[in-house]
């Protein structure tokens, strides 16, 4: 990760030491933000940014949430970001062109960014440019449509995930139920669903679908921390890959009615993405089951370790 300043960092020792005494660093190691990073869910080693300093940052997303996401760079330092509605997400422009705009729906764990922003108080990065190559997300996109799938079996299976340091701190206050929070934190739970239907080759949401959507979205912005989850999908008649774009294509438009009608923001949207024809739920020999697989599922997740804290 490179720094604005960032000739201050090669010195070590005893030399490091006395010229950090008359010159700030961009992103320090100051025990009071890194810790409140730590509280907001994200695992040390973490470089909390000074508040009010201009910084530049460039790693891998590590870890995805509603409001924010954390790089790790390659010298195993984390740096958590938080994204804002001003948040510019780009992909990096070339000779005689520039980039291309992207939701913040796009940050996907795995993808290389490089983010610019200021400091705030709890020692995050506000961003207000995140750039990265197209190359790299159609990568992050591929590596993330089979991966997910897997990470949900398995917890479900097993119901472990990582343990982080505000789960550890929790267990040492509350040792009797230590191990479902442990085992929860990172272990989304659906609070609502809704499931849109679409016609033949149409993206175009219904009357009656939109009630539903409504329905759906008045009760997520009564919950606090929660994320939705978009995914479209697609029959099994016609071509493979234009039922992938037709998927992807109602996932979209149930993204864009939410961030139209209800001023959702696109940042608790995470990843809509198309599956085209895969995971059926009906048989698609018939009629009645392939309009069920021409549908678009959305769920309002709140993660397991928040709902317990509340409780």
Excluded: C, W
Excluded at 25 to 44: K, P
Excluded at 64 to 88: C, G, K, P, Q
Excluded at 189 to 195: D, G, N, P, T
Excluded at 263 to 284: K, M, S
């Amino acid at each position: 990760m490179r720094f604005h300043g960032s000739g201050i960092l090669r010195f070590t020792g005893l030399a490091l030491l006395v010229l950090l005494m008359g010159v700030p660093s961009v992103l320090g190691q100051d025990n009071r933000t890194a810790n409140q990073s730590r509280d907001v869910g994200y695992s040390s080693p973490a470089r909390a940014a000074v508040s009010g300093q201009k910084a530049k940052v460039k790693g891998t997303i590590e870890r995805r949430d509603a409001d924010t996401f954390s790089i790790r760079d390659d010298h195993n330092m984390e740096t958590i970001v938080l994204l804002t509605d001003r948040t510019s997400v780009k992909s990096k422009g070339g000779f005689f062109r520039s980039g291309k705009n992207y939701d913040v729906t796009s940050l996907l764990r795995g993808l290389n960014v490089e983010v610019e922003g200021v400091g705030n108080q709890l020692g995050q990065l506000v961003a207000d440019k995140v750039r990265f190559d197209s190359s790299d997300l159609k990568v992050a996109r591929m590596v993330d449509s089979r991966v997910s799938p897997v990470e949900q079996a398995n917890q479900r299976l097993s119901g472990q995930v990582d343990e982080l340091g505000e789960v550890s701190k929790l267990a040492r206050n509350e040792a009797g139920r230590a191990n479902e929070r442990i085992s929860s934190l990172d272990d989304y739970e659906v609070q609502h669903s809704a499931a849109v239907y679409f016609k033949v080759n149409s993206s175009i949401i219904s009357p009656e679908d939109r009630r539903a959507l409504d329905d759906l979205a008045q009760k997520a912005t009564t919950i606090k921390g929660y994320v939705i989850e978009i995914s479209g999908y697609a029959d099994s008649t016609g071509n493979v890959e234009r039922n992938r774009v037709l998927s992807q294509q109602r996932a979209d438009a149930v993204v864009r009615y939410l961030q139209e009608n209800f001023e959702i923001p696109l940042r608790r949207i995470v990843t809509p993405f198309g599956y085209g024809q895969l995971r059926p739920v009906a048989d698609n020999t018939t009629a009645e089951g392939r309009r069920q697989n021409r549908r678009v599922e959305v769920k309002v997740l709140v993660s397991r370790g928040m709902t317990a804290t509340g409780q």
